[in-house]
């Protein structure tokens, strides 16, 4: 939700990007007594680049992850943003279960996309663009795909981050047994790397918008991904036949959440949402969204206030649905963040006390089981209220 906060140090600044709204950045905190025990920031980054090992945490599932990229052209859309670069081009990252022991590694990001966000959050930074690159993922390009049909997932991060910044759940998602399609919004994010080498700039960080155009842009990239994943008889991605067209969902951190709202009421083959600590800019309107099931989770404000486009969407919702809020939790504890800060060795932004671990063990499972209730119909008790083992999760009555 959108929120300015402060962080601590600049490495911290580097990880800890804006939310779905414009916003100047606050000047730095001091650090915590127990933070301020921590490595000052970049210490580890800006030596030897074989001293920092960053891993993402395991997928939990039962398949091994492939991945492939798509660079997909819509010849019917001009890009919103640039105009004058022609129809909207957008970078889409595969990810589907595979046979363990094929392909070989996948890298985190591209070194252009890694130096273009250092670049952007530490300007005459020295930390080394293979920090980034070499996170070390569970995902193998060029894997033997499983047989069978799987339901799609579309993911989309938020404003200003990488589509690497949700890996780690796609990964997940696919290890359970999901294709996944995770969109890089051009123009959007610190940097988007072609086929030919050339990295965009995030053309729309830092200047005026209408963030419902935002919003709505977004669902249309989706709906485009959508269509050429699922076009008859040539699809954009070679292992298309692993998609079960009748089962098709969405999920979005911070900006990517809240296009969730104008993908579900715009695109009736997106069956359910899952938003991720992201304003809705497009609120769910009276009339509901069709009955989707949607799923919101979500970091405490604090002093018990509630975003208020939480609180009006909540109420007109019509279908199955679910408000969770994760105590100890900030902004990014939904992304693959709080694992590359703490891999930094840099002190976490106010706010974020949870464990990185728990973070995206507790992401990843309520996801998860959202999807696996409205995509696959398998029962999950997780989801029917609080319950003991994940004290830090709050229900929404």
Known sequence: MRRLRATVGAAALLLALPLSVAATVPALAAPSPAASAAPAPGTAATGDPAAVRIELPRPTGKYAVGREILHLVDQDRPDPWVPSAGPRQ????????????????????????????????LPGNTVPTEVLTGVRTWSATGARPQGGHYPLVVLS????????????????????????????????????????????PCVMCGVPKDWSQVDESRAKDVSFVIDRLTSRPHPAWRYARMI?????????????????????????????????????DVLVPATGIGGKPFLMIGHPLGGG?????????????????????????????????????????????????????????????????????????????????????????????
């Open 90 to 121: 957008l970078m889409v990252s595969m990810y589907y279960p595979a046979h363990a022991g094929t392909g070989g590694p996948a890298p985190y990001m591209t070194a252009g996309a890694a130096r273009a966000m250092l670049d952007y959050r």
């Open 157 to 200: 991060p938020g404003f200003v981050d990488a589509r690497t910044a949700v890996t780690g759940l796609a990964e997940d998602l696919a290890s359970r047994g999901y294709v996944v399609a995770l969109v890089d919004h051009t123009y959007e994010n610190t940097g988007t790397t072609f086929p030919d080498g050339r990295t965009l």
């Open 244 to 280: 079960d067209r009748d089962r098709i969902g969405m999920a979005g951190h911070s900006a990517g959440g809240a296009a969730t709202v104008p993908a579900l009421l715009t695109d009736d083959r997106i069956r359910a949402g899952v938003n991720l600590d992201g304003t809705m």
């Open 305 to 397: 206030a509630e975003d208020e486009s939480w609180q009006t969407s909540w109420l007109h919702l019509d279908g199955w649905k679910r408000w969770l809020t994760v105590e100890g939790t900030d902004h990014h504890s939904f992304t693959d963040f709080p694992v590359l800060i703490d891999g930094l060795g840099v002190p976490r932004p106010p706010g974020s006390t949870i464990a990185s671990a728990r973070a995206a063990d507790l992401t990843r499972r309520y996801v998860g089981a959202f999807f696996d209730l409205q995509l696959k119909g398998i029962a999950q008790p997780l989801l029917d209220g609080p319950n003991a083992a994940d004290p830090e999760v709050a229900f929404h009555p």
